[in-house]
């Protein structure tokens, strides 16, 4: 809808931890590394650099990471310090944090979004000084 539908914001990296299709998980997942999800995770992902959640893949939980590539259901905040990308089909119930997000056409997502990048550049325009400031009438 808005921009080239062809370029994919993420890369996915090699996955080392697989949570699979008839798997269920409860606790906390916490790796430097990616992530993988095709079953049911009942609980947080911390520090991760990537995650993905497949299209049969159910989070309830929140989510840390660099990155977050989304295909099935997450209901929990995410908070990614590169990009989220929601594909199509793909649910959020939760607060996102991210400096680049991408929605798919058909995807879900119902709370609020904050962009960090943008958060840097409002502040160094409230520093600048206005050019009409000197400007008598």
Do not use: W
């Amino acid at each position: 809808m808005f921009g080239n539908k062809t370029k994919k914001i993420n890369v996915i990296k090699e996955i080392e931890t697989i949570v699979g299709e008839n798997t269920v998980f409860q606790g906390t997942i916490k790796t430097k590394g990616s992530v993988r999800i095709d079953g049911r995770l009942e609980g947080n992902i911390v520090e991760a650099s990537q995650v993905i959640i497949g299209t049969k893949g159910y989070v309830q939980g929140d989510i840390t990471a660099a990155s977050v590539i989304i295909g099935g259901k997450v209901n929990g905040n995410i908070t990614a310090s590169e990009s989220i990308e929601l594909q199509p089909g793909a649910q959020l119930l939760g607060d996102i944090h991210t400096s680049t997000l991408s929605i798919g056409e058909g995807a879900i997502f119902e709370g609020h979004c904050v962009m960090t990048s943008e958060k840097t550049k409002v502040i160094e325009l409230e520093e600048r000084e206005h050019p009409l400031r000197h400007v008598k009438f």
